[in-house]
């Protein structure tokens, strides 16, 4: 059986020209990059090439670039780091973030020295900027803001700039998870005045356990993992030189291909929603798909029956791989929070479909066959 794999927010397949662009660093330059003779010189040129060819896309310094093993270690450390070395004591976020900012603010708010709050969501499911500037304004204490750049289940986008805008007006730190967005889109960090952004290597071709955290130059922050000197002291641990080289190619080659890819997956998107309403009844959709939106992702809504109910196994069954939401695996519908968080209706089934540029049309066409069949 043929699979159709439309589930590329949870993560892509690795381009052919990022593997060979990692393939000698699992073979040949297999030196320590902290080592001084020439095996170590050439990983370690490899590791700062990579550093500087991120920040270039980014617009930022190198300096400002931190290797990770992905996201939830990026998030992680944006929040730990705001609350121990930044003096931030409110948290304020969405109850619509990933579980990776969700889980660890709820950690390190579990006692009365650090509180959390949760912005008012719109009923598009976009950020209440009104709310959030009453909070941020009603509030002594130092803040970190944490809201993600592009949700991962339902695409909203949100205005890094607002938000920038209003963390500086209150002196408020900002991170943002930009997990589904770089990669996806060019960010020019020097028009955004942002403390943290995080990212990660799988979601836009490249290797899985690598990521970034940028990190404003104007803060001063302790390490998170002690031990070597690594990361100019910040992240003890021999690189992940292979996977740090694969970042770097990945994102040069989502910026170079930008334009064309972009649009060949909006009109994938597009495509979709069109067939959908034409072919699937009472059929609406999760978030502001037509609107503020990633080209990159569609949550479909579909009346709860008995069939629909059991909608992810008999897609799975039938070689077509959707999601109900990050925290659910295919044909085990956990829930999602994103979806009850803005849509608490108990009688409709939420799936994702999420694309790259590996998929056609003429899946999206069997998908919609399948779908007519099995609702
Ligand atoms: N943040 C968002 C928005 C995500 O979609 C993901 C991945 O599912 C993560 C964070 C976690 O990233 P990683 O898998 O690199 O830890």
Do not use: W
């Not at 339902?154 to 991170?175: E, P, Q, T």
């Not at 942002?194 to 404003?216: E, R, T």
């Not at 479909?300 to 196994?313: C, G, Q, V």
């Amino acid at each position: 059986m043929n699979r159709i794999y439309l589930d590329n927010a949870a993560t892509t397949a690795l381009d052919k020209d990022v593997l060979d662009a990692m393939l000698p660093y699992m073979t040949t330059h297999y030196g320590n990059p902290s080592s001084i003779y020439s095996y170590g010189r050439e990983t370690r040129m490899a590791v700062e090439s990579a550093r500087k060819m991120v920040a270039k896309l980014l617009n930022v310094q190198p300096g400002e670039i931190f290797f990770t093993s992905g996201g939830t270690e990026s998030n992680n450390t944006a929040i730990i780091s705001s609350i121990r070395d930044l003096g931030c004591k409110h948290i304020i976020s969405s109850c619509i973030e990933h579980h990776a900012v969700l889980h660890t603010i709820e950690h390190y708010s579990c006692d009365d020295s650090i509180t959390h709050s949760y912005v008012k969501l719109l009923p598009d499911g976009h950020i209440d900027l009104n709310d959030l500037e009453k909070q941020l304004a009603a509030q002594s204490d130092k803040c970190l803001v944490s809201l993600m750049h592009a949700n991962n289940e339902i695409g909203n986008l949100l205005s890094m700039k607002a938000v920038s805008d209003l963390c500086r007006k209150y002196g408020a730190i900002f991170h943002s998870d930009c997990v589904q967005t770089v990669g996806h889109y060019p960010i020019d960090l020097k028009r955004i005045d942002i403390d943290f952004i995080s990212a990660s290597g799988h979601k836009f071709h490249g290797p899985k356990g690598v990521g970034i955290l940028y990190v404003n130059s104007n803060l001063q922050i302790k390490p998170l993992i002690y031990g070597g000197s690594q990361e100019r002291n910040m992240r003890a641990g021999t690189e992940n030189v292979y996977g740090i080289v694969g970042f770097a190619k990945a994102l040069e080659h989502a910026n170079l291909h930008y334009e064309a890819e972009s649009s060949y997956i909006k009109s994938l998107k597009d495509y979709m929603i069109s067939q959908l309403q034409e072919k699937i009844a009472d059929v609406s959709f999760n978030g502001d798909c037509n609107g503020s939106s990633l080209y990159t992702v569609l949550n479909a809504s579909f009346p709860k029956t008995e069939k629909s109910e059991m909608l992810l196994f008999n897609l799975d069954i039938n070689g077509i791989c959707v999601s109900g939401g990050s925290a659910c695996s295919s044909g085990a519908s956990q829930g999602s929070h994103v979806i009850s968080a803005i849509n608490k209706n108990e009688n409709r089934v939420a799936v994702r479909f999420s694309f790259s540029k590996y998929n056609t049309k003429e899946e999206i066409d069997a998908v919609i066959e399948k779908l007519k069949e099995i609702i």
